[in-house]
T-cell receptor, first 112, second 112 residues
Framework: DSGVTQTPKHLITATGQRVTLRCSPR?????VYWYQQSLDQGLQFLIQ???????AKGNILERFSAQQFPDLHSELNLSSLELGDSALYFC???????????FGAGSRLTVL | QKEVEQDPGPLSVPEGAIVSLNCTYS??????FMWYRQYSRKGPELLMY????GNKEDGRFTAQVDKSSKYISLFIRDSQPSDSATYLC????????????FGRGTSLIVHP
């Protein structure tokens, strides 16, 4: 157990729907990162939050949004889902100024 | 051209072999170099972490960084079936938000 908790583990939904993925970072870590992993693209950085504020943005689609709450847990919202959004979504956390990430087990999203 | 290139494999070796995994990169600003191991249906876990050029050894694992050639390697000695996993290289700049950029990962299979 890495200490980073992600829910749900698996999610199956239909095109056009909206889902929310949840992440609780490792105790004491202030930074949360979201990554998307697909077979053809590998691990792609989506967005980073630090202590509640957006810190960096990567290849995140406009249909996707995220936030980090005062208790430091984070949610990734995916809307108007398309077949191509099917992927593994990983949350990772890190301590202050660190670039060593601790990953959760991931949420597998299948869009039918 | 992607910033980080990594052959996806698969690489199949017999138990006890020395394994060499490699990545090349194009961004000379990368200063931090990491190797993550990802077992099937799990999140990536940090294996090795190095700063700038040089070698680092940890048990059966050795990481090498050659910044002049923009080339990093991970060597696994006396490989075991339990080493079968996907190995992802990752790199980050100094300064800024340290977001690691990942390679696509190399699938390694160690057969008994």
């Amino acid at each position: 157990d890495s200490g980073v908790t992600q829910t749900p583990k698996h999610l199956i939904t239909a095109t056009g729907q909206r889902v929310t993925l949840r992440c609780s970072p490792r105790s004491g870590d202030l930074s949360v990162y979201w990554y998307q992993q697909s077979l053809d693209q590998g691990l792609q950085f989506l967005i980073q939050y630090y202590n509640g504020e957006e810190r960096a943005k990567g290849n995140i689609l406009e249909r996707f949004s995220a936030q980090q709450f005062p208790d430091l847990h984070s949610e990734l919202n995916l809307s108007s889902l398309e077949l191509g959004d099917s992927a593994l979504y990983f949350c990772a956390s890190s301590g202050t100024g660190a670039n060593v990430l601790t990953f959760g087990a991931g949420s597998r999203l299948t869009v039918l | 051209q992607k910033e980080v290139e990594q052959d996806p494999g698969p690489l199949s070796v017999p138990e006890g072999a020395i394994v060499s995994l490699n990545c090349t990169y194009s961004n000379s600003a990368f200063q931090y170099f990491m190797w993550y191991r990802q077992y099937s249906r799990k999140g990536p876990e940090l294996l090795m972490y190095t700063y700038s050029s040089g070698n680092k050894e940890d048990g059966r694992f050795t990481a090498q960084v050659d910044k002049s050639s923009k080339y990093i390697s991970l060597f696994i000695r006396d490989s075991q079936p339990s080493d079968s996993a996907t190995y992802l290289c990752a790199m980050a700049r100094s300064g800024g938000s340290y977001i690691p950029t990942f390679g696509r990962g190399t699938s390694l299979i160690v057969h008994p």
